[in-house]
C-alpha cells in the first residue's frame, strides 16, 4: 500500500513539472486559432454554424490527434523511456539492419538498455519487407533521410514558434490600445525574443521552478474564461461536440472550408513534444497531466470563444482578447505574455537537443554542446544554433509583421513533422512491435489520412509564408545529407587505409623508433585496427610515446549508456608493446560534459582492463568483442591503483618522487609545463590525481611491470594526438561528388569547430598530424 501511494506522488509530481516543459507551446494556441481559421475567404462565411462547426473540428482535431494518437498510443512506442522520433529510429534499427552507422560493434548489442524495451529482436523470422528494407542500400538511406527530414522540420518551426507565441501575446496592448502602432508591437517583440536568446547561455535552472506554475495559472485562468463566455453568450455550443457540425460546416462552406484547415490546425501544433519530451518523465504522468488537466481546460477555452463569437462575429481578428471580461485583461495579458516566453523556451530548448542528437548520429557538423553541473538534467546549450535561430525569428517577426503568415509557416512545417513521425510509427508497429501489417496499415491510413488532409490545405498557402519552413528545412537538410555522407566517405577511407597490423609486429616493441616517456592518446573513429594517422605520425617524427591509447568516441543507438558500460578497452598486439585501444560510448541523449576528468579514468580503465586480462577472459566482468572488455566500475575499481588527489599543479609536480617517477624532463622543462598548466583555462578545473601501486606482494609480477610503467607514463604527461584532415574527391570522381565533396563538405569542415573543441583537449597538450584524404 505505501509502495503504491509513493508510485502514485511520483507520478503526480512528475505530472504537475511537464506542464512548463511539454504543454508551453499547446497551451497558448488560443491566442490565435480563430483568427487564423477565419482569415482567408472563411470570412464571408461568419455564421452562427460556421462558428459552432470550426470548434466541432477543433474539439474532434485535439480528441483524434494529440489524445489518441499521442497520449494512448504513441506513449507506449518507447526507447527505454525515451521518445522522439530519433527513439523510433533507434527501435528500428535494433530489431531490423536498417543504421548507417559505419563503426556499429557487436559489443554495443551487450548494453544493458540496447534491448530492455521490451519488444522483440532481430532473432524474430524475418518478413519478405524487412528483407527488401535490409538488403537495399537506398531503402536504409531514404529511412534515415525521412528521420532527418522530420528533424529538420522540427529546428525549422524551432525558429518559428517564438516569433508567433510572443507577437501574439503581445498583440493584446494593440487590442487595449487602438491607436497604439503596429510598429511598437513588433519593436516589443522583437526586444522581447533577443533577450530571451541572449539569455540561453545562461540556462534556465533559476526560473524553471516558475514554468510549472505560470502554464498551470494560465491553462486554469483560459479555462474559467472559456466557462464564463458559455454561460455568458451561448450555452447551446455544447451541441457543436456533435461530429455532425464538422460535417454541416464542409458542407456549407466548401472549399473555403477546406482551406480554413490550415487554422484550425494550429490548434494541436507542440503536440509532438508530449512523445518527445517522454524522456523527462513518464508515459502515467503525461497521461494523466493532459488527459486531467490540458484538453478538459483547451476544450472549455475552445467552446467559450466559440460561444463568444457566435454572438459577437465582427470580433473573430482578435477573438482571444476579445472574449476576456474588462476586469481581468491584463493579469491574464500579463500571464499570457509569460505563458509565450515559457512556451517559447521550451522549444528552443527542444530544438538544441535535435540538433545535439543529429549530431551524435554523425549527421550534423560539430557543435559545441554545453551543459553545466548545475543546469537541468538534459538541458543543452548549443552557442552556434543559439544565435542562428535568433536571427531567424527576429527576421520572421520583422519580414512578416503580422502573425497571419507565420501562422502558414507555422501549421505546414507542424503537420509535415507529424506525418513523419505517423509512418516512423507504422514501421515500429511491424518491425519492434512485430505486429501484423493490417495494424501497421491501419494506423497509416487513419491518423496518416487526417494529417494528409491538413497538409493538402496548408499547401495551398505556401506561397502565403508557408514557403518559410520548406527553405529552412531544405538547407538543413542539405546541411545534414552532406555531413553525413562526407564524414561517412572519411571513415570509408580510414577503414580501407588501417595499417596492417604484421607490419606493427615486424617492427618490435620499440616500433622502430623511439619510445619517449607519457602517453600518448591517439583519437581515431576507428574502432578496429589502426589507422594511418599512426603510420603517418611515426614517419615524420620517428618517436612516441611509452603508453599508446588509440581514443574512439562513438554514439551508439540507445538513449543513454551507463558509466559502468561506457568504456570499452582493448589491448593492440603484444603486452610489450604498450598500446591499448578505448572506445567510449555515448547514447545519442548522453551529454559529454566538459568537466569529466578523463584522464584519470582512462588511466583506472586501462588498469582494471590488466587486471582481467590477467585473471583469464572467463572472469571478466563484461561482454568480449573480440580482444576488447567492457570495463564496468564496481567497489573493487580502482583498486588496481592507490589515488591521491593533490591541491595544484605545482604540489603535484613536487609531491612526485624522483627517485621512483621518471619523466624525461629537466627541471626547466618541468617548470614550463607547470606554467602553462597554470594559464590554461581549459586545465584549471582538472583535479590532479597521483596514482602509485598498492603495497601488496600478491599481485602478478607481470601485471606489477605493467601497471608500473602506466603510472610512471602518467606522471610525465599526457599529449592527445588529432588529425588535421583535408578531404577531397578523387579526380576520377562524378562531378556531383566533387561538388558534395570538395565544396559544400569543405566549407562545412572550414566553418564549424574543430574538433579539439568538441572533444575539450587541452590546447597545450595538442599534437596535430596533418592527412590528406582523398575519398
Given amino acids: 500500500m505505501v509502495e503504491h501511494k509513493i508510485q502514485h506522488k511520483n507520478v503526480l509530481l512528475l505530472a504537475y513539472q511537464s506542464f512548463g516543459i511539454v504543454y508551453g507551446d499547446l497551451s497558448t494556441s488560443p491566442l490565435y486559432v480563430y483568427g487564423s481559421t477565419f482569415s482567408g475567404n472563411l470570412n464571408r462565411h461568419q455564421t452562427e ?11 474532434w482535431t485535439l480528441t483524434l490527434l494529440p489524445l489518441f494518437k499521442y497520449v494512448i498510443i504513441m506513449l507506449s ?64 538511406t531514404g529511412l534515415l533521410l525521412t528521420v532527418l527530414f522530420g528533424a529538420c522540420l522540427s529546428i525549422g518551426y524551432g525558429a518559428l514558434m517564438p516569433p508567433i507565441s510572443v507577437l501574439s501575446s503581445i498583440e493584446g496592448l494593440q487590442f487595449q490600445a487602438e491607436r497604439l502602432h503596429h510598429g511598437v508591437v513588433v519593436a516589443v517583440a522583437c526586444a ?56 454541416k460546416f464542409f458542407r456549407d462552406t466548401g472549399k473555403d472550408g477546406w482551406l480554413s484547415l490550415g487554422g484550425i490546425l494550429l490548434c494541436i501544433t507542440g503536440t509532438g513534444a508530449i512523445f518527445a519530451d517522454l524522456g523527462n518523465f513518464t508515459a502515467a504522468s503525461i497521461r494523466v497531466s ?17 460561444a463568444f463569437l457566435s454572438k459577437n462575429l465582427s470580433a473573430i481578428s482578435s477573438s482571444f482578447y476579445a472574449s476576456i471580461p474588462d476586469p481581468v485583461f491584463w493579469p491574464v495579458f500579463v500571464v499570457a505574455t509569460l505563458a509565450a516566453i515559457v512556451a517559447s523556451q521550451a522549444v528552443i530548448s527542444s530544438t538544441f537537443s535535435i540538433v545535439k542528437q543529429c549530431r551524435a548520429l554523425g549527421c550534423f557538423p560539430r557543435i559545441k554542446v554545453v551543459h553545466k553541473s548545475r543546469w537541468i538534467d538534459g538541458q543543452v546549450y548549443i552557442p552556434e544554433m543559439n544565435w542562428i535561430l535568433m536571427i531567424l525569428s527576429v527576421a520572421v517577426t520583422v519580414g512578416f509583421q503580422k502573425t497571419t503568415l507565420m501562422r502558414n509557416a507555422y501549421g505546414i512545417a507542424y503537420i509535415a513533422d507529424a506525418f513523419v513521425t505517423t509512418c516512423l510509427m507504422s514501421l515500429v508497429i511491424i518491425f519492434a512491435r512485430c ?4 495494424l501497421a496499415l491501419g494506423f497509416l491510413l487513419f491518423f496518416g489520412s487526417i494529417e494528409i488532409l491538413y497538409l493538402s490545405s496548408c499547401c495551398m498557402k505556401i506561397p502565403q509564408g508557408g514557403w518559410v519552413p520548406l527553405v529552412l528545412s531544405s538547407v538543413f537538410m542539405i546541411v545534414t545529407y552532406v555531413w553525413h555522407y562526407g564524414a561517412r566517405r572519411k571513415y570509408l577511407y580510414d577503414l580501407q587505409n588501417k595499417v596492417s597490423m604484421k607490419w606493427i609486429l615486424t617492427l618490435g616493441p620499440s616500433l622502430g623508433i623511439v619510445r619517449v616517456p607519457g602517453i600518448g592518446l591517439i583519437y581515431t573513429e576507428l574502432v578496429t585496427g589502426v589507422p594511418a594517422i599512426f603510420s603517418h605520425f611515426v614517419t615524420n617524427l620517428p618517436a612516441i610515446h611509452q603508453v599508446v591509447i588509440f581514443v574512439c568516441i562513438k554514439s551508439v543507438l540507445v538513449p543513454h549508456v551507463s558509466d559502468k558500460e561506457r568504456y570499452l ?53 563484461g561482454s568480449v568483442d573480440g580482444r576488447m572488455a567492457v570495463v564496468r566500475t564496481s567497489e573493487k575499481f580502482g583498486t588496481r591503483l592507490v589515488i591521491s588527489e593533490c591541491a595544484g599543479t605545482e604540489e603535484s609536480s613536487s609531491s612526485r618522487s624522483p627517485a621512483t617517477v621518471t619523466n624525461g624532463k629537466s627541471a626547466t622543462l618541468q617548470k614550463l609545463q607547470a606554467m602553462y598548466e597554470q594559464e590554461s583555462p581549459q586545465l584549471s578545473h582538472r583535479r590532479h590525481m597521483q596514482f602509485k601501486l598498492p603495497d601488496t606482494d600478491r599481485m602478478d609480477p607481470h601485471v606489477k611491470e605493467e601497471l608500473s610503467e602506466i603510472v610512471e607514463a602518467k606522471h610525465a604527461g599526457v599529449a592527445y594526438i588529432i588529425g588535421h584532415s583535408r578531404v577531397k574527391a578523387r579526380r576520377n570522381s562524378s562531378y556531383s561528388k566533387k561538388f558534395i565533396i570538395d565544396i559544400a563538405y569543405s566549407f562545412l569542415r572550414k566553418n564549424c569547430r574543430a574538433p579539439i573543441v568538441t572533444l575539450t583537449i587541452p590546447h597545450i597538450s595538442l599534437i596535430g598530424v596533418g592527412m590528406n584524404y582523398y575519398v
Fill in 435 to 438: 505486429k501484423n501489417l493490417i
Fill in 192 to 247: 522581447v525574443l533577443v533577450g530571451l536568446f541572449a539569455l540561453q547561455h545562461r540556462g534556465t535552472y533559476r526560473v524553471a521552478f516558475l514554468f510549472a506554475p505560470i502554464v498551470v495559472v494560465w491553462l486554469l485562468s483560459i479555462a474559467a474564461i472559456g466557462i464564463y463566455n458559455i454561460i455568458e453568450w451561448n450555452p447551446r455550443i455544447y451541441q457543436a461536440l456533435s461530429p455532425y457540425y464538422v460535417y
Fill in 290 to 306: 493532459f488527459s486531467c488537466v490540458v484538453y478538459p481546460c483547451l476544450v472549455l477555452q475552445y467552446m467559450g470563444q466559440a
Fill in 77 to 140: 512506442a518507447d526507447d527505454n523511456d525515451e521518445g522522439g522520433r530519433f527513439a523510433l529510429y533507434s527501435l528500428l534499427c535494433k530489431h531490423a539492419k536498417f543504421s548507417l552507422l559505419p563503426n556499429h560493434q557487436a559489443a554495443d548489442e551487450e548494453i544493458s538498455t540496447y534491448h530492455n524495451s521490451g519488444y522483440s529482436n532481430r532473432s524474430t523470422p524475418s518478413s519478405p519487407f524487412k528483407r527488401f528494407i535490409e538488403k537495399h542500400k537506398w531503402t536504409r
Fill in 569 to 621: 578497452i582493448g589491448r593492440i598486439g603484444p603486452k610489450a608493446y604498450r598500446m591499448y585501444r578505448c572506445i567510449v560510448r555515448y547514447g545519442y541523449k548522453d551529454v559529454h560534459k566538459e568537466d569529466e576528468d578523463f584522464e584519470n579514468h582512462l588511466v583506472m580503465c586501462i588498469a582494471e582492463f590488466i587486471r582481467l586480462e590477467a585473471e583469464g577472459s572467463g572472469t571478466m566482468d
Fill in 49 to 59: 454554424d460556421a462558428i459552432f462547426g470550426a470548434f466541432s473540428l477543433i474539439f
